[in-house]
């Protein structure tokens, strides 16, 4: 894909040193662009996967720590039997057609969310995804997969209580404790969140994560989202400043 102008430009403004280390996207908008164009929906749903492909590259390629994709939410499942059944064949695509690529530049693929409930095949290619690329040491990839927030938390909660009660939890609980049982244990909060498709809501993700995280909304569809939009919202994050409550 030919770079514009204004994309080199505002690449040459980003400081490699200030870019965020964990950036999650709500990828948002796929459906709404297709009925616009008089497409089936399903076409939004694939030309998001190109989005995907395309994001990723530019995240690694700006340094990005850490890429966490809202691919599917626990509400998702009240879509109708054939949403659903062409969004869970989209991973298993995905890996066919990414795998290698994303092994050559040193990717690692992890899964968040509840995988009991996802067909076999979707389990087994983000499985298949993760093991391949396990060793790798450079950005993480987490494809948030049947995730919801509220259940993440609550799974927490339980999976706690219970080694509390096997005396495997000492002392008080604190945030450091609490947050190794979330599906993100031992990676940094998203310094950035963005969402696409005009709603600016956070839909149930990552709640306890985005805590601090700084927030960037655009009217953009998932499928039309640009490696210059991401470059505005890693430019824009630079431009803020971050107090955490501090003067």
């Not at 995907?52 to 530019?58: A, E, L, N, P, S």
């Not at 850490?66 to 939410?73: Q, V």
């Not at 969310?113 to 790798?136: F, I, M, Q, W, Y």
């Not at 805590?211 to 470059?231: C, K, T």
Request: glycine residues 8%.
């Amino acid at each position: 894909m030919a770079t514009s102008k204004r994309e080199a430009e505002l690449k040459q403004r980003i400081d490699p040193g200030k870019v965020p280390r964990h950036i999650a996207i709500i990828m948002d908008g796929n459906g709404r662009w297709a009925v616009e164009k008089g497409l089936p929906r399903q076409e939004g749903h694939r030309q998001g996967v190109e989005t995907v492909r395309d994001t990723v590259r530019c995240a690694n390629d700006l340094g990005i720590g850490i890429l966490t994709l809202f691919a599917f939410s626990t509400e998702n499942w009240q879509r109708p039997a054939w949403e659903v059944n062409y969004l869970m064949s989209l991973p298993e695509k995905y890996f066919q057609s990414e795998l290698p690529e994303l092994i050559r530049n040193n990717v690692r693929v992890r899964l968040i969310g509840d995988k009991a409930r996802l067909p076999g095949k979707v389990r087994k290619a983000v499985e298949d995804g993760s093991e391949a690329t396990k060793n790798n040491t450079g950005m993480i990839l987490n494809f948030a997969l049947n995730y919801g927030g509220r259940s993440e938390i609550l799974r927490a909660v339980n999976d706690l209580l219970s080694d509390a009660a096997a005396g495997n939890v000492k002392g008080r609980i604190d945030e450091n404790k609490f947050s190794a049982y979330l599906y993100t244990a031992g990676l940094p909060d998203p310094d950035l969140l963005i969402r696409t498709g005009a709603e600016k809501r956070i839909s149930n993700f990552l709640l306890w994560q985005l805590a601090y995280a700084e927030l960037w909304f655009s009217n953009v569809y998932w499928p039309d989202f640009s490696r210059l939009h991401l470059i505005e919202a890693v430019h824009d994050y630079q431009m803020r400043k971050r107090r955490f409550g501090k003067l």
